[in-house]
């Protein structure tokens, strides 16, 4: 990755901090950042914002690289099937991640010697109080926490324990490794925060080989410090996490110290970005899956339309900063309107259509007229619509007693149809028994093709196809999913 950086692309305070790093030789003049998602669901446009900053971050400094690295410490919420898709959303959005993807249970071996080191350094301890108990112990936010009962036992004893954990020899819950830090301390993850849990389950990656799983809270620095990450880049709901990350990068010493800067994650109106709430959604058949077109996942915005440009295009618009926003809708959906009018090729289509007679047009008549593809871009090219005696309009393009401000068709009234003649509407027929529409009927003025009629009123212009000569379509519409 060697681009050069995109002069359209704000210079936020991450780039700002790389651009201090360089300049001040920090990390040997090395830009590497990760991309680092857990593989318990599938990504959404939170993490294309993430996906932009990390993979942009990279590409922007000559030499950068990105790696994709999934941080696979929990099994029994992870499955290949997430993996698959994550992989397939960072390639569709048009990123590619450096080498080959990494896995943090590639370390597993590095991680647990650095565990042992800790025990031995006195900077952990095997705890065996219950979840319950543990809570129980941490305290509040106003009261510190208390000592767990076997925060003091041995180090040869702590150690002893721990390798049996490894072994398989004890229950899930029964024990856990805890580092030994300050249970009076104002930020409760540094209250002796869990280092491995027992969990007697298999891994998509290490299959048998662990019983022991460590915390994504330590697992997550040293991966990082493995692979040699100069920025950690994340969201701000990790900055009260920063002080473990750097205890255990301290404690452990690796080669590599790599820097954790937080911003602010995206927050978009109707939408809910939780994986495990759009997990139940799925789950539950409230949708019909995680690429259901109304889901704000990747591969949901994928089958709905959205192209990758459009995407990257919202990411760059909002920006990143350090304080929260939410971001409405609408931004995200100018983003793809703007993408596709330069990218898509126009034709008439009608939803809910609405019957016009053009009384002046004989029945065996057909018109053959030339509509451009693209009305500002002649390379689109052109094709040819029909314009048959009985056509279809939107029926919302008509008012029989229209509101004020209304303009497009009423009765007496005239409307443009796009690339096409003027008509005017002079008879409303409808059905005696029910009182509703059955047709309108209208004049074509044939001398109106390209111009406007001199000394008349045309109200806007109109939507229409041939009724004897469109074809049907299948037209799915839909809505935000979330109030």
Known sequence: MTEQANPNQPVDFIRQIVADNLKNGVNDGQVVTRFPPEPNGYLHIGHAKS??????????NA??????????T?????????????EEDVRWLGFQWYDRPYFASEYFEQLYQWAEGLIKGGKAFVCQLSAEEMRAYRGTLTEPGRHSPYRDRPMEESLDLFRRMRKGEFAE????????????????????????????????????????YPTYDYAHPLSDAIEGITHSLCTLEFEDHRPFYD???????????????EFARLQLENTVMSKRKLNELVR???????????MPTIAGMRRRGYSPAAIREFCRRIGIARSDNRVEMALLEDCVRDDLDRSSRRVLAVLRPLKVILDNVAEDQTIQLEAAYHPKDAGFGSRTVSLTREIWIEQEDFQEVPQPGFKRLIPGGEVRLRHAYVIRCHRVEKDPATGEIIALHATCDLD?????PEGRKVSGVIHWVSASRAMGVEVRLYDRLFS
């Open 51 to 60: 996906i932009c900053l990390n993979f942009g971050i990279a590409q922007e």
């Open 247 to 261: 205890w255990v990068l301290e404690q452990t010493q690796p080669k590599y110290r790599p820097r954790q800067i």
């Open 173 to 212: 819950g029964s024990h856990v490794l805890r580092a030994k830090i300050d249970m009076a301390s104002p930020n409760i993850n540094m209250r002796d925060p869990i280092l491995y849990r027992i969990r007697h389950t298999s891994h998509h990656q290490t299959g048998d080989a662990w019983c022991i």
């Open 284 to 294: 539950t058949g409230a949708v019909a899956g995680w690429d259901d077109p109304r």
């Open 63 to 72: 030499g950068g690289r990105c790696h994709l690295r999934y941080d696979d």
């Open 448 to 452: 109106t093709l390209g111009k406007n």
């Open 74 to 86: 929990n099994p029994l919420k992870e499955d290949m099937e997430y993996i698959n898709s994550i």
